[in-house]
């Protein structure tokens, strides 16, 4: 069983490393059509053309069940399933959560993780993903501008609360490494809204950690963060759009909706390569 970063490893190499955002916002979504269904077409369009996906379950009304058209066309396309759900629990309601959205019948590769209830809370996690070939990818530093009221708050013993849960991340990946990329099932969160040192200093506390970056397009964040980002290999990162990306335009969507996201999808993927 091939593990989930050396899967996404390779699809960046062979595509890029855009992962879309699948949000279906109602006020922009085609007049006819539902949310499911544009999700899924949205998905089928770009799927071919990015690593992964990542549908934000709050969207889809949090019922996994409306996620399936998504994830049917993701694997049509080969591209992995990033389940976005920041989901955060202890004992036997955590490994409920893992088996549900990571076990044998998931249609997911992954998920997010909030890790602020301790590393105890994510062993269910990194227990079910080991089993199944999946990934993890726990919130480090978010890319809102409000992480800055916990995330960057300095701790007695030095450094900073983000830098002491990139420390556990680390910790915790260093037992699920291996295959051909060297790196762990367990990734981590950090935005690319965050400022270049910081994220430069949390590429050096978590080496062999994949990076999923949020904040491109919409909230501004900086493509050159990618040059912090990198790991030795150079690569471990994954760039995460969705308005920029699968809502490029205002209001409803207009009848071009198909067309413009292979815009928006050649566009980063310039962007980035620049």
Known sequence: MQSFPDRLDQLCAARGSICAGIDPRPERLPTDMTRDDWAAQACARLAPQVAAVKPQLAFFGDRW????????AAREGGALVIADCKRGDIGSTATAYAEALLGAESPYDAVTLNPYLGGDSLEPWIEVAARHG????????????????????ELAGGGTLCERVAR?????????????SGRSLIGAVVGLTAPLDVIARLRELMPHTPFLMPGYGAQGGDPRALAAAKDAAG????????????????????????????????????DLAE
């Open 235 to 270: 690569g471990g990162v994954l760039v995460s759009a969705s308005r920029s990306l699968t809502h490029p335009w205002q209001g409803a969507a207009p009848a071009d909706w198909r067309e413009r996201l292979d815009a928006a999808c050649e566009a980063m993927r310039i």
């Open 168 to 180: 556990l991340v680390s910790e915790l990946g260093e037992a699920h490494r291996g295959g051909e």
């Open 65 to 72: 069940a409306g996620v399936q058209g998504v994830a049917h």
């Open 134 to 153: 999946r990934g993890l990818y726990v919130l480090v530093k978010t890319s809102n501008p409000g992480s800055r009221d916990l995330q960057d708050l």
